[in-house]
């Protein structure tokens, strides 16, 4: 039987996931919606879908597996149009890179929480966005986290765990509460303190004279400073709850290390210091 | 006529700085002096020094130029190690990464800054430190920042210049104070963030289950967490007053973007967003 995928926005995550699958050989076809033609047409030409409509109901009409890869400020409003549209009998996942927000997104567009949807969230992506930047391997040995709900369908979850694995992803269960916490920890607040740090020295008067001395620890710590601005404004509004509370601990961490500093305690900044080494060479390489 | 070459601590840099010398093919003789004889004995075996002493004062008799590349903790007793024996015509010069508080240590070490003494930095490293981590290129197509006082002798400077030049550096001259906040801005403050940022996720309850969803952003942007806890205590220590300007800035920064998250508000989060990435695109690229 040959799935019918109808992926909602087709960028980074949404055409690597669609290349994947097309590289991992299954027969789906693939069907992109979203706002704009070009991107469809684009999206089409790179050999990423079939074939595109702008309708979202045409999209889920008799659709097997609808997957949400639009921001997160626009989850509700495509939840809204394919409402009338989804199958009871259709899968329907997404890529959200925050899941509490999501899955209110999609109580209130669709009315309801189906049975037959299951939140996922790939820990894969490039600080570009687009279907230019979509590449079939973005996902391979990379985790996929599921946080299904209590009243989720398994079989729905197994179908999606199943997808996910063609694209050499790891997939792993977890809750939704857990899934933003750990998140706001290693991804959203980092990419907070790197934006907030390229701007503070780009507001800095000798800004030109700055960056020209910055070596290659600037430009690695501050890569993700490069990412999509519109996705960070929507992640910080979306798991705003997670993310104040690492940053409240990290900012009294760092209240710590600056009164080290003051009073010149080098015991305690060594201390700090080799923990954070430690940790770092142990876990990350 | 062959330079006599002194380095007091043959470790990443003074191990790079002596194997740019000898790939430039410059035939100074290169003595190396530090406290290890282990780490010198391996020195040599790498080929990167062609002899080696204990002894300071016998370490500077008749040497040319004598770099200091030891840590910035130990630039003083080391100064006062050769303060006896360094001949006036002997160029002195060094590679901290703080520049007053070298200076200082030369003053209290020396009982003079020496006219011959040329403060200098080269804006390179990597979070890797020993000689076995030195390699002839780190400098090729670097910064190095010369900081000379008013009363610092000119064909010193250009001596120094035209040494780092050999390394396929960039050398510019920069005022001390200039120095000491650009480079706390640039360097300092992302190394100390991310040293906090990593200590701050590995005192969490759910440590190990945090590092495993860490994806590639979370290790580029923590890689400079695995820079040598002494070598940070001692930057912090020594640079001191511009790393707190810095980290006062930065923190001003940061409350204006939990502020921000408190209200929701994604306009303010959005503008700082892009002009952060706006910048990075602009200067880092
Ligand atoms: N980038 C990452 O690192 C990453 C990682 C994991 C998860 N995620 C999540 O993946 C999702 C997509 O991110 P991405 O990086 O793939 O972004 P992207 O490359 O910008 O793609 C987003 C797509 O959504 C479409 N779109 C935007 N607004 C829409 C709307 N109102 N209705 C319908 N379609 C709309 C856009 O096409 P049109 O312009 O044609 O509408 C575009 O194709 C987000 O929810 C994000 O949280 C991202
Ligand atoms: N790493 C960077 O990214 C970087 C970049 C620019 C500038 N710097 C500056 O370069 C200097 C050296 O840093 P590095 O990264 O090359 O460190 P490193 O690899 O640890 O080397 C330091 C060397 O100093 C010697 N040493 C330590 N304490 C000493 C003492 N009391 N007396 C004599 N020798 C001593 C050590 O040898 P023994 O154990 O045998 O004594 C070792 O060979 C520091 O001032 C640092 O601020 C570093």
Same mark, same amino acid.
């Given at each position: ?122 820990? /894969?992506?490039? +600080?570009?966005?687009? @279907?230019? $930047? %979509?590449?079939?391997? *973005? ?6 986290? =599921? ?27 977890? /809750?939704?509460? +857990?899934?933003?916490? @750990?998140? $706001? %920890?290693?991804?959203? *607040? ?6 907030? =740090? ?88």
């Amino acid at each position: 039987m040959k799935l019918r995928i109808s992926i909602f926005g087709v960028g980074l995550i949404g055409g690597s996931w669609a290349l994947a699958m097309r590289h991992a050989g299954m027969t789906h076809e693939i069907i992109g919606c979203s706002r704009s033609e070009n991107h469809l047409a684009e999206a089409k030409k790179l050999g990423v879908i079939d074939r595109y409509t702008l309708d979202p109901a045409e999209a889920v009409r008799d659709a097997d597996v609808v997957i949400l890869a639009v921001p997160l400020g626009a989850m509700q409003s495509v939840c809204k149009q394919i409402q009338a549209h989804l199958s009871p009998q259709a899968i329907l996942t997404d890529v959200g890179s925050a899941k509490a927000s999501v899955i209110e997104a999609v109580r209130q567009g669709l009315g309801e929480i189906p049975p037959r949807f299951v939140p996922g969230h790939p820990i /894969a992506g490039t +600080e570009k966005s687009g @279907v230019s $930047a %979509a590449f079939d391997s *973005l996902f391979d040995g990379r985790r996929v986290i =599921l946080t299904p709900l209590e009243h989720t369908d398994p079989s729905a979850v197994n179908r999606v765990r199943g997808l996910w694995e063609l694209t050499g992803a790891q997939v792993e269960l977890m /809750a939704v509460e +857990e899934h933003d916490q @750990v998140l $706001a %920890a290693t991804s959203h *607040l980092p990419h907070i303190l790197a934006f907030g =740090l390229v701007d503070c020295l780009a507001g800095m008067r000798e800004q030109e004279e700055i960056f020209r001395y910055a070596a290659g620890g600037f430009k690695d710590f501050t890569r993700i400073a490069s990412s999509d601005p519109v996705m960070w404004r929507d992640i910080c509004l979306a798991n705003r709850e997670a993310i104040l509370k690492i940053m409240a601990l990290y900012q009294k961490d760092l209240q710590q290390l600056t009164t080290a500093i003051e009073q010149g305690n080098g015991d305690e900044l060594l201390g700090i210091f080799q923990r954070a080494k430690a940790a770092r060479d142990r876990f990350c390489l």
